[in-house]
């Protein structure tokens, strides 16, 4: 992400003579939201923008310059990842692919792989190795709390092939076994539901208010606007409300990694 905005923050607060802590009591924001910002970690709001204009009377000029810096944003994931590697819960919705965080070695090659035109051998791996760090919030002492909704076609989809799929649907349920994650799968049965054209995480802070993130083909997008976090918050917690109890989940995750097993 391009940090020609939080260094132009940084510097309107220190020639305003304010601290990160002053310039957040006086924006009605965390401090934590203000570095990150400043660090480059996350892009404003328009609402955030409006407000520190406010607090250092640059009349609108932050919000004015606000387009530019979501125009700049190379990578459409660099903002989600590194909120995901701040977030104290994390729940994920995956219409068609196991989420990030949560997949096996062989599995995130596997994905990685089918490209056009093909990636060269060297950054497959820099990416396999990129998704394997993400997961390693899961073997922190303090974890995040991680909820997974995985349609049914996350299942089906044989990506990478019986043996592959195999591993990776036994990782899941070892994972929620030892209690790092709840898994909970949409069964086809259930037919057309709110969120299923689109991958979405919602994160949640300590010390700073809630985020979305929602993904498609070549393009994803940070949410933080209050409003549409609570859209997206209450599209996803009806989703939950039609999914397979975890107990049902967790035996359809094994059943089905069983019958991979057979098939290979």
């Given at each position: ?9 940084r510097?309107?607060?220190?020639a ?48 004015s310059?606000?387009?530019q ?16 590697q ?44 990129t998704?394997?760090e ?11 709390v ?6 049914e ?6 990506v990478?092939?019986?043996e ?7 990782h899941?349920?070892?994972l929620?076994?030892?209690?790092r ?16 054209n ?17 993904e498609?083909?070549q393009?994803?997008?940070?949410h ?9 918050q209450?599209?996803?917690?009806l989703?939950?409300?039609?999914a ?14 069983k019958d ?5």
């Open positions: 992400m391009s940090n020609t905005y939080g260094d132009w923050l510097q309107q607060r220190e305003a003579g304010l601290t990160q802590e002053q310039l957040a009591e006086q924006a009605i924001m965390t401090r934590s939201h203000i570095a990150h910002i400043e660090a480059g970690r996350r892009v404003p709001s328009k609402e955030d923008a409006r407000r520190l204009d406010l607090a250092l009377g640059t009349g609108d000029v932050l919000s310059f606000l387009p810096v979501e125009a700049a944003v190379e990578d459409y994931f660099e903002a989600a990842r590194q909120l995901e701040q977030a104290t819960v994390i729940r994920e919705f995956a219409p068609i692919f196991v989420p990030g965080i949560l997949q096996t070695k062989r599995y995130a090659r596997s994905l990685l792989s089918v490209g056009y035109p093909p990636s060269s051998e060297k950054e497959r791996d820099k990416l396999v190795v998704r394997l993400r997961a390693k919030i899961l073997s922190d002492p303090v974890a995040p991680v909820w997974a909704l995985l349609d076609a996350v299942l089906r989809r044989p990478g092939g019986p592959v799929m195999a591993e990776q649907l036994t899941l349920v070892r929620a076994e030892n209690e994650v709840r898994v909970h799968v949409m069964p086809y049965s259930v037919g057309a539901y709110q969120i299923l689109s991958m979405l995480t919602l994160m949640w802070f300590e010390d700073q208010p809630p985020v979305a993130y929602s498609g083909l393009i994803g997008k940070v933080d606007s209050p409003a549409v976090v609570e859209r997206l209450g599209a996803y917690h989703a939950l409300s039609d397979l109890p975890l107990k049902e989940s967790l035996a359809l995750l094994r059943v089905t990694a991979y097993g057979h098939h290979d």
